[in-house]
């Protein structure tokens, strides 16, 4: 019996570790009061050393329930080591056509993973700046509470 226990352990652990081994960059900033300025700008800095492999690039997104839109814009700038930049206007769709949230949930917060730049192979090492702001027509918007940058590297 505590064969079979060790060995369920172990297995879980080396498929949640090999699951983690391609992602290579996962962060989230908070949004302070979960009111997000147009002028709040989210900036990560992601160091690359792997120029060879393809990688997904995604935008996470946290909003609350109260979240009055099924969508909403971005404006995200990617800026190389060497200075190139290329900013990119962006929809993420938040909620079906009947208003259910299509992220995981949690009490009365989902999170939601969206496909940005898939199979994309960065040319430069060194750091990639990401900076995301919104893009809504309103100068703030209510009830988003993060916004995350997760990049997997493709085997």
């Known amino acids: 019996m505590k064969f079979r226990y060790a060995f369920q352990i172990m297995l879980l652990t080396s498929l949640l570790s090999a699951c983690n081994k391609n992602k290579i960059f996962h962060r989230f ?6 009111k997000w300025n147009n002028k709040n700008i989210v ?3 992601v ?4 120029t060879a492999s393809s990688h997904n690039v995604y935008l996470l997104i946290r909003n609350t ?3 009055k839109f099924s969508n909403i814009y971005l ?8 200075g190139f930049s290329v900013k990119d206007t962006v929809e993420l769709t938040l909620a079906d056509e009947k208003g259910r949230w299509l992220g995981k949930g949690a009490a009365n917060l989902y999170t939601s993973r969206h496909p940005f730049k898939m199979n994309i192979r960065f040319p430069y090492r060194g750091i990639y700046t990401f900076d995301i702001e919104q893009a809504l027509r309103e100068a703030e918007i209510k009830n988003i509470s993060g916004v995350g940058l997760q990049i997997d590297k493709l085997q």
């Not at 160091?47 to 792997?50: A, R």
């Open 75 to 82: 404006f995200v700038t990617i800026t190389s080591p060497a």
């Open 43 to 45: 900036h990560f800095d």
């Open 47 to 50: 160091p690359i050393t792997d």
């Open 29 to 34: 900033a908070d949004i302070p009061g979960n």
């Open 65 to 67: 329930a109260n979240y």
